[in-house]
Structures are given as C-alpha cells and as structure tokens.
C-alpha cells in the first residue's frame, strides 16, 4: 500500500508493504553516502538489509532507551557525518523505533541546514504514528521533545515484518496511538479493537492510523489548530510519563497515553469500550498518583499557554472536539488517579 503525504513541495510517500525494508533502495537513491542510524536494540538483520542496499552506507547503533535522544546524540551523528565528508546531496536513514526515528531526524534537519530523511520505522509506534507528521525531537533536562523542529522525510517504509520481533509489550504500546487515531477519527479502525484479532488485521490497523494522522497533518502542518487532536490522550499522558513519582512503574509512551486517553472521554459507555480495548491490549487502565506532581508537570507542559489549556475530548468514536479548559479546572480532573 501506498499513502501519498500531500504537503505541496514537502510532500512524500509512505509504503506499507511487506518485505519493503529489502527494497528501500529501488524506492530512494542510496548510491550517496547515507548515515544509517539505529540502535542496539533493533535486530542486526535488518541493519544488514539496509546497509547491503547502500553504495556508501555508514552505520550507528545508538543505545536503545529514551536517555539517546539527547543533544550528546545529535552531536555525535553530525559529527559521524562531518568526519565522512557527508554533504547536502547525502542522506539519513532512521532505523527503528519513534526514539531513533526522532533524534536521526533532529540529526537530518540540522546537518548543513537540512539534508535528506528516510524513515524505515521499525516498532508499531513509529508505523503507526512518529515516522510521518515531520516532528523532530530531543528531550531536555528531562523535558520530553522540547528541542526540535518540524522536518519532514523525503520517504517512509514501514514493513510489517518486522514487528514480529517486537516484544509483545512494545506491539501493544504503540496501537495505544493506533486507538486514539481510531477515536479521533476513525471510528471503524475503533471497532477493529473491539473486535479483536489483531494479528489478522494489522495492515488495516496501520493503514487507517496512517490515513488519520496523515489527513489531520495535510491541514495544519504545524500545529497552529486540528493538528492539536492528535495530542488526545497525550495531556495528562505526557505528565504521567514525566512522573518521578511514578518512574517506578517504567511505564512506556503508549501506555502513558492509553490512561490519558480516559479522563478525556465524554461518555460512560464509551468509557467501558475503551477500557475493554485497553485490558484486552494488555494496557493500563487505571494508575494511583500525586495529583499536585502531576498537575506542575502539566503547568510546565510547553501545551499550557496563558493560564488554559487545550484539551481534547472524544464523545463518540470519530470524532473529536478542543476545549479551552482553565487550569484550576484541570487540577480538579486530574484528581488522586484514573479508574
Ligand atoms: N515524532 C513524533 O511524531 C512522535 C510521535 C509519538 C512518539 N514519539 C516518540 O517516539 C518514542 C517512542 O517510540 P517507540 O515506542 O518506537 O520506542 P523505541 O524507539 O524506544 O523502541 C522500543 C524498543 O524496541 C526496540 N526495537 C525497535 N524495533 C524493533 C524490532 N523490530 N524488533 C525488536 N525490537 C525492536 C528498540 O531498540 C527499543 O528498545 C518516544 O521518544 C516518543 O516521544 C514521536
Ligand atoms: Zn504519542
């Protein structure tokens, strides 16, 4: 399958096909110099695929874990590309997962003012969702994407196949994002959830998740407006993750953003079906925290704007609406926990 990016002259594709990593180079130009960026916890074997398509491919494995997206980590892959002479006609190709995709990106935006990006994402997250929109990121100080920029890739491939040796947990964690696209806006890809057989239906799961994200970032590129839905979920998600007071519980992004998604739901009934997904995904639906810790990391949140913040609510599987919703009001939603 192929989706069509349609940002006028950022515009690109993004395969969706199986065995599509063994042909990435019949897709771009690899005979240039490409920094193939990924890291030590995606399979040598897919690192070989790619590099044997490559006439100058210079490999870097990164440490697996959120800590590599960091400014020490941009340094070190434009320096990589520096030492080997990369120039502006030379590439970088992202593979992995949303932390590799992200800091090989920030890494592409930045080298000579911007160079090309392929994005080979290898984790359902990054099929799903972070491998297209054009977010770049590191995190700061323990402040989550606040340095980055939008930048977006010359091409996707995401190949299916690899997912099979994802850990079971890391699957699920990212058709957390696969859900909220569906709430947002989809409501049959909702419904594939709730029908269950994931297996059997992945290729639709990441097909429509893409065409959700895909349509909503056509319109507002840069998030000056409906580009703020799919942040659903990501609120009080965001805070949770940022949470020393629940670091204990090593809880993943998707995750994070599955509880977030709960007190954003404006129906009962809905409440229950979403739960439902959730359990039956093996993810959290309910967590005890310190309100007060939560709520200051919400403050900090570079969403919170002039004393209110946007928040997006779901009534019925879709659809979605934004609410300007004040902070006080906020700290009161948030209250001792979710479920
Ligand atoms: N740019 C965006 O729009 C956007 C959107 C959502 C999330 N994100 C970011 O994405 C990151 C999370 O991404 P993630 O969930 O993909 O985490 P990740 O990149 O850390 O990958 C999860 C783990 O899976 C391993 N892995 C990757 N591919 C594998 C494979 N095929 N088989 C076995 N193991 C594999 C990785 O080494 C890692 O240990 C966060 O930093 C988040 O902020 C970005
Ligand atoms: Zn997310």
Redesign the pocket.
Request: aromatic fraction near 4%; avoid cysteine; charged fraction near 20%.
């Given at each position: 399958m192929k989706l069509t990016m349609r940002l006028g002259p950022r515009s690109y594709d993004i395969i969706l096909r199986r065995g599509a990593l063994g042909r990435v180079g019949q897709l771009v130009n690899l005979d240039r110099s490409v920094l193939v960026v990924t890291?030590?916890?995606?399979?040598q074997q897919?690192l070989a695929t790619v590099l044997a398509q490559c006439a100058h491919g210079v490999p870097v494995v990164l440490e697996?874990?959120?800590g590599t997206?960091s400014f020490a980590t941009i340094e070190y892959l434009c320096a990589t590309m520096l030492e080997h002479g990369f120039s502006r006609a030379d590439a970088v190709l992202a593979l992995?997962?949303?932390?590799?995709?992200?800091a090989a990106?920030f890494a592409a935006a930045c080298y000579m003012r911007g160079i090309d990006f392929i994005n080979c994402?290898?984790?359902s997250?990054?099929q799903v969702?972070?491998s297209i929109?054009g977010?770049?990121?590191v995190n700061l100080a323990g402040t989550?994407?606040i340095v980055g920029a939008f930048y977006q890739p010359r091409l996707v491939v995401a190949d299916p196949d690899?997912?099979s040796?994802?850990?079971p947990r890391?699957v699920s964690?990212?058709l957390a994002?696969a859900v909220k696209a569906g709430l947002i806006g989809d409501a049959a890809l909702f419904e594939l959830f709730e029908k269950g057989d994931i297996e059997q239906n992945m290729e639709e799961i990441l097909y429509r998740s893409l065409m959700v994200k895909k349509t909503i970032v056509e319109q507002d590129e840069h998030e000056h407006g409906c580009r703020a839905a799919l942040n659903f979920g990501h609120t009080i998600g965001h805070a949770i993750e940022a949470s020393r007071g629940l670091a204990r519980h090593q809880l993943?992004?998707?995750e994070c953003v599955a509880l977030g998604t709960l007190p954003m739901l404006e129906s009962r009934a809905l409440r229950t079906r979403v739960r439902a997904v959730y359990k039956a995904l093996g993810l959290p639906v309910r967590i005890r925290y310190d309100g007060d810790e939560i709520y200051s990391h919400l403050v900090h949140d570079k969403k919170a704007a002039s004393g209110t913040i946007t928040l997006v609510k779901v009534k019925q599987a879709g659809s979605y609406r934004l609410e300007k919703t004040p902070l006080h009001e906020l700290r009161a939603m948030i209250g001792e926990g979710i479920g």
């Open positions: 890291d030590t916890g995606v399979p897919y697996q874990g959120e997206k992995g997962g949303g932390v590799v995709g992200d990106g994402p290898t984790t997250l990054a969702d972070s929109g977010k770049t990121a989550k994407n690899t997912l040796t994802l850990p890391h964690n990212g994002e993943f992004h998707g």
